[in-house]
């Protein structure tokens, strides 16, 4: 048999890496949760210090909101989750909600 010579091509391709879409997450205001459990959420679920986490609470107790960290999706999906259920064990109606960032 005869022997059949392939030439090979180097195939050069660009890949692109995506950078992954990110998440603020956001605590809301309410009537009822006490600003030391707030800060307490703060400190526990954002690893934030006393005196971030004050003026982070103030912030929301003020204008309604504040963004308490800025994560990829699956991450704020997460840390909405904990929040939630953290507050929910302990009988606070708090609100965290998460927005695609811009």
Do not use: W
């Amino acid at each position: 048999m005869p022997k059949v010579l392939v030439k090979s091509k180097k195939i050069q391709t660009q890949v692109k890496i995506k950078k992954p879409d990110f998440y603020e997450v956001i605590l809301l205001n309410d009537d009822f949760t006490t600003m030391e459990f707030v800060v307490k959420v703060l400190q526990l679920f954002f690893n934030m210090k006393r005196p971030t986490a004050n003026k982070i609470m103030l912030k929301i107790h003020n204008e309604g909101s504040a963004i308490c960290g800025v994560y990829p999706y699956e991450v704020a999906e997460t840390k909405v989750m904990e929040v939630i259920n953290f507050a929910k064990q302990n009988q606070y109606p708090l609100k965290c909600i998460m927005k695609k960032s811009i």
